[in-house]
C-alpha cells in the first residue's frame, strides 16, 4: 500500500512541477507568479500583486532556467512510473529539491523578505520532499 502511495505522490510532484515550469517558460513569470498568486488567495488572503518579475532579466533568466525544472518534473515522473527499479534515486530527487527551497533560504538571508507566495513556495519546496522521503523510507522498510 505504501509503495503505490509513495508512487501517487511522485506522479502528483512530477506533474505538478512539469506544470508550474511550463507555465514560467509559456506565460513568463509574471503572468504565471500572478496566476499562482490567484490559486493561493484561500491560503495568503488578498495580496498585493507580484510586479518585480517584470524587468526583461528576470523574465529571461526564468524563462532560460525553466526547462530544467520541467525536466527534473520528468526525471521524477519517470521514477516514479518505473519505481521497482528506480527506487534507488528517490531521495537523490527528494534532496534536489529541497536545494531548491534552501536557494529561497538563501536569497531571504542575503536579499531581504520575499512576496508572501514565495514564503509559501520555500515551505511546500523543504517540506513535501521531507514528507515524501518519510513515505519513502517506511516503503523501504517494508520491502525488506
Known amino acids: 500500500m505504501s509503495f503505490h502511495i509513495l508512487r501517487g505522490l511522485l506522479f502528483l510532484s512530477s506533474i505538478l512541477i512539469m506544470i508550474i515550469g511550463s507555465s514560467y517558460y509559456l506565460l513568463g513569470p509574471d503572468i504565471a507568479f500572478n496566476l499562482m498568486l490567484d490559486l493561493m488567495k484561500p491560503i495568503l488572503g488578498e495580496q498585493p500583486p507580484i510586479v518585480e518579475m517584470s524587468p526583461a532579466n528576470v523574465d529571461s533568466e526564468i524563462r532560460t532556467l525553466s526547462p530544467m525544472m520541467v525536466a527534473y518534473g520528468f526525471m521524477v515522473f519517470l521514477c516514479a512510473k518505473h519505481l521497482r527499479t528506480h527506487l534507488y534515486y528517490v531521495p537523490h530527487l527528494l534532496g534536489l529539491f529541497m536545494v531548491v527551497g534552501s536557494g529561497r533560504i538563501l ?9 508572501p507566495l514565495f514564503v509559501v513556495l520555500a515551505a511546500v519546496e523543504l517540506g513535501v520532499p521531507i514528507f515524501i ?12
Open 133 to 144: 522521503y518519510l513515505v519513502y523510507r517506511f516503503t523501504v522498510s517494508r520491502m525488506v
Open 107 to 115: 536569497s531571504y538571508i542575503f536579499v531581504g523578505n520575499p512576496h
